[in-house]
Nanobody, 119 residues
């Protein structure tokens, strides 16, 4: 089992920034990759960004150039830096572990953290 603890969500105005953090614990040696999904009201959950153990990254087209995913292996933590936020970025953001990234196949999920972007 892997446990994921997210933090950093909140309310921000359009154009602002937020940084999400996710600390992993448990069977961390089994993690191949980590990433972030989001789910907006009335919409399906979608992948936002992923990062492999080697540091390879992938992003949804809607966030390219605005969001940056990174990880600190020493702290077993993954981050999502979100800049130039738009109202359409409003969603619950979930940290995940993945056993593959292309296509993404999540294994464990965090509890989610709310991000709200006001116009």
């Amino acid at each position: 089992q892997v446990q994921l603890a997210e933090s950093g969500g909140g309310l921000v105005q359009a154009g602002g920034s937020l940084r999400l953090s996710c600390a992993a614990s448990g069977r961390i040696f089994s993690i191949n990759a980590m990433g972030w999904y989001r789910q907006a009201p009335g919409k399906q959950r979608e992948v936002v960004a992923t990062i492999t153990n080697a540091g390879g990254t992938n992003y949804a087209d809607s966030v390219k150039g605005r969001f940056t995913i990174s990880r600190d292996n020493a702290k077993n933590t993954v981050y999502l830096q979100m800049n130039s936020l738009k109202p359409e970025d409003t969603a619950v953001y979930y940290c995940v572990t993945l056993w593959r990234v292309a296509p993404p196949r999540p294994t464990y999920w965090g509890q989610g953290t709310q991000v709200t972007v006001s116009s």
